[in-house]
Nanobody, 123 residues
Framework: QVQLVESGGGLVQAGGSLRLSCAASGRTFSRYVMGWFRQAPGKERDFVGAISWRGGSLYYVDSVKGRFTISRDNAKNTVSLQMNSLKPEDTAVYYC????????????????WGQGTQVTVSS
């Protein structure tokens, strides 16, 4: 129903910024809440934030509030994650994911996943 592909990862110095993009294939993109997750080495896949169907509602994990911003463009079938003031502890593989319901924060609550993109923050 929805295929997701992340892009935009890379290497950045602490304090820098990156913008990740997630492109969706399909004609039902606007029916999905879009979430971002990340998985650091040796860690579980953790919730980062999510954006509602039309982009009117957002929520983030405390550790990224004020630094990360999620947006979406349903006309282009894309969702983005703007990451500012990056810290070494932000280093992880970042995934976009889709599910049909609001306020889901666990990885096993999301139905569709991208392949992930590596973000590395150097100190």
């Amino acid at each position: 129903q929805v295929q997701l592909v992340e892009s935009g990862g890379g290497l950045v110095q602490a304090g820098g910024s990156l913008r990740l993009s997630c492109a969706a294939s399909g004609r039902t993109f606007s029916r999905y809440v879009m979430g971002w997750f990340r998985q650091a080495p040796g860690k579980e896949r953790d919730f980062v934030g999510a954006i509602s169907w039309r982009g009117g509602s957002l929520y983030y994990v405390d550790s990224v509030k004020g630094r990360f911003t999620i947006s979406r463009d349903n006309a282009k079938n894309t969702v983005s994650l703007q990451m500012n003031s990056l810290k070494p502890e932000d280093t992880a593989v970042y995934y976009c994911a889709a599910n049909s319901f609001w306020y889901k924060t666990s990885w096993n609550e999301y139905e569709y996943w991208g392949q992930g993109t590596q973000v590395t923050v150097s100190s």
